[in-house]
Every structure is written in structure tokens, then in C-alpha cells.
């Protein structure tokens, strides 16, 4: 080849090599860009995984769970039991959207200030709130008719707060009077008497039972009652006292397994479980866990419990049930004779007091479950029911509770009519869009203001609200594992391609390198024998 074709062509492989490496630089770049890619949409999905949202959990079940919504919070409904949970700002102000800020500023405020509140305003204040389409006309009839709930300037401010939910939350003491109230059932039977369905088991004038002959006792704080006294056993007694059920069989030859205690514990447990059913069912899941707790304290005191005896005298075979009635079973005492294993006087007893104890607190262990601080032994110092803490509140009916809707209705306005007066207004009309509500909540900007027990509001952060609930955000996990996904499907791709075309153009470069040192060392010798031709 001639010098001058070599020096073209060595030309040409430098150029197309510089482009070479240059294209490599490129695509290492664009390497580093997809990698770059690729931490920033990982950590934008790791970000995601920890988003949560706030919802709506008035009962606290975690079961009827709804979205947080302006809505919920405002309008009278079952979901906040007809009580207003007021969207406020630092400073107090209730934050208002559209339709409510143009009936606040018509009938209370124009510039959201406080003001005086009258009975005259707030029926303005229904009025307005039938103008701005809020509620309906025949709705602000029956509020602004109604005899039964006049307006109350207190509603919210220190008045007695209506029981519009049927329920109460009760001390052992309140579950004790009530368990007294007198009342009579269908049949025109007493209903907290249990000693006389205990009498109809035993023969007349006597405490003989009537089906086998056996002796029943029942002691009383360790006092043995008289039949007239059994016949006027109630079942708060059994809260008050420690009562405890025995079971004696006949002389004579027989087993424990004979006596009938089992049979007459199911009857008399039974008339108190029921009792208590009646007082504390409030709907159908605490009717249920009630049957259910009915019958696990039936299964666990209906096992054996046996205590070997050597032909014991009928005294010290009462005092071994005695003596072990702390044992949340059924105690039998098994008298065995001294010639030929004759079997003598076997008893039997529990203590009715425990069993309702252990009644009870498996009840509130079905309904807030087993990670609860109370506890079920084998024996009552093994364990801690619900009725050894004197502060632990039992739900029951409240047949004074208010269901009439107007009055419910009437009763929200009132208070947000109060509210409004007392702490002037603002509007907000973006509070109905969920997600700017959810994050002026989260982030402080607005806060909960809700009735207290003692009949005022308070204000405080969302996260103070027992029915505010904040819980991961599936939808959002859902939605970012789905763009992760895709993104990163394309960035792999892109990134093989581009490993494609790097490795194309190492091959090129290697190649192009050989080229051009053959080319360059061709070159060289052509000018090394040039100048020697002329030397």
C-alpha cells in the first residue's frame, strides 16, 4: 500500500474509533441515567409501601371502616351518632364549606366573627340550611316543631350530652343495680330471682332433690342458707358475696359420677346467664359473644375435677369442697371405702361466684381479644376477671336513650350552631375533596374538635380521635407496585439494549485498534525506507 493510502486509511480508523469510544462514553451514560432510574423508582415504591390514610371507625370494630370524609364529619347520620366532629382551626374557628359558610354568613356571621346565640338565630340558622339545600324543608319542620328538645344554648357547652346510641358504659356497681331492677319476664316470673328455680329442684319443706335424693347446700359467704333463704337467693348476690353450690349423695354404695350437680349447675347458671344476657346484649355481635362465652364457661367448669378421700366423714368431705372451691371446675370428692373399695357420701361443689366472674370475662375476652390485660386460669388466683377491677366498664341497654331522629337531628344543629356562635367561622371550600382534608389534618393545619363526656367540645389532633383511625394505604401500595412494575420492565430493556450496543462497539473498538496499529506501523516502515533510500 502506498504512504499515501496508508496515511488515508489510518485517517479514517482513528475517526471511526474516536466516534467509537465517543458512542461508548454515551452509552455509559445512559447506563448511569438508568440506574439512577431505577434507585429513584425504588425508592419511590419503598416510600409508597409506608403511605397510610385515615379512615372512618366509629365503632371501633375495624370491621365498618369508610373513608374520612368532610360528609362523615358534618351531616347527621348513624356514622357519628348524630354529633358533629367539627373540622377547626388553630385558633378555634370552624371551617366551613360552600353550602354551610353561605348559611353561616346569612344567618350568623357575615365576616365569620363570633357572635351571641339566641333561639331566634338558630332557627334562622335551619332556615338558612334548608336555603343552601342542605337539609330538607320537611327536615327543618320537624327540628323547628318539635316540643320535646327546645333549643339549648348549653348543647355542647356544658349541657348533658344525649344518649342517641341505646348504650351505656356502666362500673360493676351500676351492672349490680341493675341486675337488682325488678322485672318480671313473660310468664310473670321474677326475673333476678334465681333461689326459687333453685327450690323447684328440691323436695318440698326440705333440701333433699327431688329426681335422686341427694342433700344440696348452698354457703354464703361460708354460711350455709336455710331453703327460705335459697328460695330468696338473687343473682347481685352473687357479685357481692362468694356463693357456692354443694352436692351430697345419698348413704350407700355409689360413684361420683352418679351425683346430679352437673344437671342442676347448667339450670341455675343458666337463669343468671341469661339475666346478664338481657342486661349487656346491646346487638348481634355482643348477643353472640354472649352465647359463646355461655358456653365456653359451661365446657371449662363442666370438667372433672376429682380429690381422692379414705372413707372421710360427711363434715370433712364438705370442708375438702370448701377448700378447693378456688378451682374454676367442678370439685368432686370421691369417698372411697376402707374394705373392698366401697365408695361412701361422694360430693360435689363450685363456686357460682367465680363461674359468673369467668362468665364475664370471657365475654370481654371475645369481644376485644385475647392480647386483653384480663385473664382465664384453672383457678381464680391464676386468673383476673373483668369484675376484680373496680374501674372496668361494662356496656349495657339504655332504655332511656333518645332513637327519635328529629330530635337527634336538632340536637346536632344545635350544637354546631353553638359552636359557630361561640368560635366565629371560615370557609374552606376544598375540605369536601378527601385528600386535602386527610393532609390538612395530617400535616396540622386543621384540627378535630368533638363532644366530650362531660358536654363540651375539645379541640385536638386527628390522631386523638378514637373513631379516627390511620391505616396503610393498600390502594396506594397496589398503585405504585403497578408503575414500579411497568417502569421497571422498561428501564431492564432499556438497559439490556444498551448492553447490546456496548458490547457491539467494545467488538468494533478492539477491532479498530488492531487495524490502526497495523496501519501505524505500516506507515512507519514506508517512511523509515524513504529516508534510507536517500541516505
Given at each position: 500500500?502506498?504512504?499515501?493510502?496508508?496515511?488515508?486509511?489510518?485517517?479514517?480508523?482513528?475517526?471511526?474509533?474516536?466516534?467509537?469510544e465517543?458512542?461508548?462514553m454515551?452509552?455509559?451514560?445512559?447506563?448511569?441515567?438508568?440506574?439512577r432510574?431505577?434507585?429513584?423508582?425504588?425508592?419511590?415504591?419503598?416510600?409508597?409501601?409506608?403511605?397510610?390514610k385515615?379512615v372512618?371507625?366509629?365503632?371501633?370494630s375495624?370491621?365498618?371502616?369508610?373513608?374520612?370524609?368532610?360528609g362523615v364529619?358534618?351531616?347527621?347520620?348513624?356514622?357519628?351518632?348524630?354529633?358533629?366532629?367539627?373540622i377547626?382551626t388553630?385558633t378555634?374557628?370552624?371551617?366551613?364549606n360552600?353550602p354551610?359558610?353561605?348559611?353561616?354568613?346569612?344567618?350568623?356571621?357575615a365576616?365569620?366573627?363570633?357572635t351571641?346565640?339566641?333561639?331566634?338565630g338558630?332557627?334562622?340558622?335551619?332556615?338558612?340550611?334548608?336555603?343552601?339545600?342542605?337539609?330538607?324543608?320537611?327536615?327543618?319542620?320537624?327540628?323547628?316543631n318539635?316540643?320535646?328538645?327546645?333549643?339549648?344554648?348549653?348543647?355542647?357547652y356544658?349541657?348533658?350530652p344525649?344518649?342517641?346510641?341505646?348504650?351505656?358504659a356502666?362500673?360493676?356497681?351500676?351492672?349490680?343495680?341493675?341486675?337488682?331492677e325488678?322485672?318480671?319476664?313473660e310468664?310473670?316470673?321474677?326475673e333476678?330471682?334465681?333461689g326459687?328455680?333453685?327450690?323447684?329442684?328440691?323436695?318440698k319443706?326440705?333440701?333433699?332433690?327431688?329426681?335422686?335424693?341427694?342433700?344440696?347446700?348452698?354457703?354464703?359467704?361460708?354460711?350455709?342458707?336455710?331453703?327460705?333463704?335459697?328460695?330468696?337467693?338473687?343473682?347481685?348476690?352473687?357479685?357481692?358475696?362468694?356463693?357456692i353450690?354443694?352436692?351430697q349423695?345419698?348413704?350407700g354404695?355409689h360413684?361420683?359420677s352418679d351425683?346430679?350437680?352437673?344437671?342442676?349447675?347448667?339450670?341455675?347458671?343458666?337463669?343468671?346467664?341469661?339475666?346478664l344476657?338481657?342486661?349487656l346484649?346491646i346487638?348481634p355481635?355482643?348477643?353472640i359473644?354472649?352465647?359463646?362465652?355461655?358456653?365456653?364457661?359451661?365446657?371449662?367448669?363442666n370438667?372433672?375435677?376429682v380429690?381422692?378421700?379414705?372413707?372421710?366423714?360427711?363434715?370433712r368431705?364438705?370442708?375438702?369442697i370448701?377448700e378447693?372451691?378456688?378451682?374454676?371446675?367442678i370439685?368432686?370428692?370421691?369417698?372411697?371405702?376402707?374394705?373392698?373399695?366401697?365408695?361412701?357420701?361422694?360430693?360435689?361443689g363450685?363456686?357460682?361466684?367465680?363461674?359468673?366472674?369467668?362468665?364475664?370475662t370471657?365475654y370481654?375476652?371475645?369481644?376485644?381479644?385475647y392480647?386483653?390485660?384480663?385473664?382465664?386460669?384453672?383457678?381464680a388466683?391464676?386468673?383476673?376477671f373483668?369484675?376484680?377491677?373496680?374501674?372496668?366498664?361494662y356496656?349495657?341497654?339504655d332504655?332511656?336513650?333518645?332513637?327519635?331522629?328529629?330530635i337527634?337531628?336538632a340536637?346536632?344543629?344545635?350544637?354546631?350552631?353553638n359552636?359557630?356562635?361561640?368560635n366565629?367561622?371560615t370557609?374552606?371550600?376544598?375540605?369536601?375533596?378527601?385528600?386535602?382534608?386527610?393532609?390538612?389534618?395530617?400535616?396540622?393545619?386543621?384540627?378535630?374538635t368533638?363532644?366530650?363526656?362531660?358536654?363540651?367540645?375539645?379541640?385536638g389532633r386527628?390522631n386523638?380521635?378514637?373513631?379516627?383511625?390511620?391505616?396503610?394505604?393498600?390502594?396506594?401500595?397496589?398503585?405504585?407496585?403497578?408503575?414500579f412494575?411497568?417502569?421497571?420492565?422498561?428501564?431492564?430493556?432499556k438497559?439490556?439494549q444498551?448492553?447490546?450496543?456496548?458490547k457491539?462497539?467494545?467488538?468494533?473498538?478492539?477491532?479498530?485498534?488492531?487495524?490502526?496499529d497495523?496501519?501505524?506501523?505500516?506507515?512507519?516502515?514506508n517512511?523509515?525506507?524513504?529516508?534510507?533510500?536517500?541516505?
Amino acid at each position: 500500500m502506498g504512504l499515501a493510502a496508508s496515511q488515508a486509511r489510518f485517517l479514517a480508523i482513528t475517526s471511526r474509533k474516536a466516534y467509537c469510544e465517543f458512542q461508548s462514553m454515551q452509552i455509559a451514560q445512559d447506563k448511569l441515567s438508568v440506574t439512577r432510574d431505577l434507585a429513584e423508582i425504588s425508592n419511590d415504591y419503598q416510600n409508597a409501601l409506608n403511605k397510610t390514610k385515615l379512615v372512618w371507625d366509629f365503632d371501633g370494630s375495624g370491621e365498618n371502616m369508610y373513608n374520612l370524609s368532610y360528609g362523615v364529619l358534618m351531616t347527621p347520620s348513624a356514622l357519628n351518632n348524630y354529633t358533629p366532629y367539627l373540622i377547626t382551626t388553630r385558633t378555634g374557628a370552624v371551617v366551613l364549606n360552600g353550602p354551610l359558610a353561605a348559611a353561616a354568613a346569612s344567618a350568623i356571621s357575615a365576616s365569620g366573627a363570633s357572635t351571641s346565640r339566641s333561639e331566634a338565630g338558630y332557627k334562622k340558622f335551619i332556615e338558612a340550611l334548608v336555603n343552601e339545600g342542605v337539609i330538607a324543608k320537611s327536615t327543618s319542620e320537624g327540628i323547628l316543631n318539635t316540643d320535646e328538645l327546645p333549643y339549648d344554648k348549653d348543647a355542647g357547652y356544658g349541657s348533658t350530652p344525649l344518649n342517641k346510641n341505646g348504650v351505656t358504659a356502666t362500673s360493676i356497681v351500676g351492672l349490680i343495680y341493675k341486675a337488682k331492677e325488678n322485672g318480671v319476664d313473660e310468664n310473670g316470673v321474677d326475673e333476678i330471682n334465681i333461689g326459687k328455680a333453685i327450690a323447684e329442684l328440691l323436695n318440698k319443706d326440705s333440701l333433699t332433690l327431688k329426681e335422686n335424693g341427694n342433700t344440696l347446700k348452698i354457703m354464703l359467704n361460708n354460711k350455709e342458707l336455710t331453703r327460705q333463704q335459697i328460695e330468696d337467693l338473687t343473682l347481685d348476690q352473687l357479685f357481692t358475696n362468694e356463693v357456692i353450690l354443694m352436692e351430697q349423695g345419698e348413704d350407700g354404695e355409689h360413684e361420683y359420677s352418679d351425683l346430679a350437680i352437673e344437671e342442676i349447675l347448667s339450670k341455675i347458671f343458666g337463669i343468671a346467664a341469661d339475666k346478664l344476657a338481657k342486661i349487656l346484649g346491646i346487638d348481634p355481635s355482643t348477643d353472640i359473644a354472649l352465647i359463646t362465652a355461655k358456653e365456653m364457661t359451661e365446657s371449662q367448669f363442666n370438667n372433672e375435677y376429682v380429690i381422692q378421700g379414705k372413707r372421710d366423714p360427711d363434715s370433712r368431705s364438705w370442708q375438702l369442697i370448701k377448700e378447693n372451691s378456688n378451682i374454676n371446675q367442678i370439685i368432686y370428692h370421691q369417698n372411697n371405702g376402707a374394705k373392698n373399695n366401697n365408695k361412701f357420701n361422694s360430693s360435689a361443689g363450685v363456686n357460682l361466684t367465680n363461674m359468673i366472674s369467668y362468665y364475664l370475662t370471657e365475654y370481654e375476652l371475645l369481644l376485644n381479644g385475647y392480647d386483653s390485660d384480663y385473664i382465664l386460669g384453672p383457678t381464680a388466683e391464676d386468673s383476673y376477671f373483668v369484675t376484680d377491677d373496680p374501674y372496668y366498664n361494662y356496656l349495657t341497654k339504655d332504655d332511656d336513650a333518645i332513637d327519635n331522629m328529629t330530635i337527634m337531628q336538632a340536637d346536632f344543629y344545635m350544637q354546631l350552631y353553638n359552636n359557630i356562635c361561640i368560635n366565629g367561622w371560615t370557609q374552606n371550600n376544598n375540605v369536601d375533596d378527601e385528600k386535602y382534608l386527610e393532609n390538612a389534618l395530617k400535616n396540622g393545619t386543621y384540627f378535630i374538635t368533638s363532644l366530650n363526656g362531660d358536654g363540651y367540645f375539645y379541640q385536638g389532633r386527628y390522631n386523638e380521635e378514637d373513631c379516627i383511625v390511620e391505616i396503610t394505604d393498600q390502594d396506594a401500595i397496589a398503585q405504585a407496585e403497578a408503575e414500579f412494575t411497568t417502569k421497571k420492565a422498561q428501564l431492564t430493556y432499556k438497559e439490556e439494549q444498551l448492553d447490546l450496543e456496548m458490547k457491539n462497539l467494545d467488538t468494533e473498538i478492539s477491532s479498530l485498534t488492531t487495524e490502526y496499529d497495523s496501519v501505524k506501523n505500516l506507515i512507519s516502515k514506508n517512511v523509515e525506507k524513504i529516508f534510507n533510500m536517500f541516505q
